[in-house]
Structures are given as structure tokens and as C-alpha cells.
Nanobody, 119 residues
């Protein structure tokens, strides 16, 4: 079973940048898509950005133009470059791999990394 480990979170001032890394213990090609989610305490987890095995990307409206998701197949790693950070970007960020298996989708989650943006 492939495991995902996030890193790169931290404290940054508004307007600053961070790059999150999601490292897979096996091939990221085993996933149909890899995505970044975020969650504030008491709120629902929301999709931030996703990238499919063929490289197609999708972004939440709130991060379009500021965040970029990318993948390094050789390193089995997915990145989330976050620029022009705002206080509302503060959350725990999770990496998830989604794998279609027949009629269901199996999800694999990392442990999360905290991003705090100070205003």
C-alpha cells in the first residue's frame, strides 16, 4: 500500500509563499489522481487542487492564479506551490491519492501539514 507524507508547512506572513511536498512511498502512477485538500477546525475539508495521471489540473476558485500543483514522476512527488498567501489560507493541508478500483474509489491520505498565514 502506497503511503503519502506531506511536508513544507509552516508560518508565513500574508503575501508570502510556501511549497508543500507530498512524497509517495511507491509510484504515484498507481493513483488516478493526487489532490491537496485543506481543513480548518470545525469546517469541512475542501479540495484545493488536483492533478491526474495524465497531468490535467483543477483548482478551487479561491486559489486560482495563486497556487500551482505539479508532479515529479521520477521522485514520486506532488507539489503545491502557494504564492500570495492570505490569512484565509490558514489550515491543515492534506495530500490524498485517489485510485479507481472497479465501481469504487479508494482514497489514501497523508497525515497533514499545518499552514499558518499571519496578517
Amino acid at each position: 500500500q502506497v503511503q503519502l507524507v506531506e511536508s513544507g508547512g509552516g508560518l508565513v506572513q500574508a503575501g508570502g509563499s510556501l511549497r508543500l511536498t507530498c512524497a509517495a512511498s511507491g509510484s504515484i502512477f498507481s493513483f488516478n489522481a493526487v489532490a491537496w485538500y485543506r481543513q480548518d477546525p470545525g469546517l469541512q475539508r475542501e479540495l484545493v487542487a488536483s492533478i491526474t495521471s495524465d497531468g490535467s489540473t483543477h483548482y478551487a476558485d479561491s486559489v486560482k492564479g495563486r497556487f500551482t500543483i505539479s508532479r515529479d514522476n521520477a521522485k514520486n512527488t506532488v507539489y503545491l506551490q502557494m504564492n500570495s498567501l492570505k490569512s484565509e489560507d490558514t489550515a491543515v493541508y492534506y495530500c490524498a491519492g485517489h485510485k479507481v478500483a472497479g465501481y469504487k474509489i479508494n482514497d489514501y491520505w497523508g497525515q497533514g501539514t499545518q499552514v499558518t498565514v499571519s496578517s
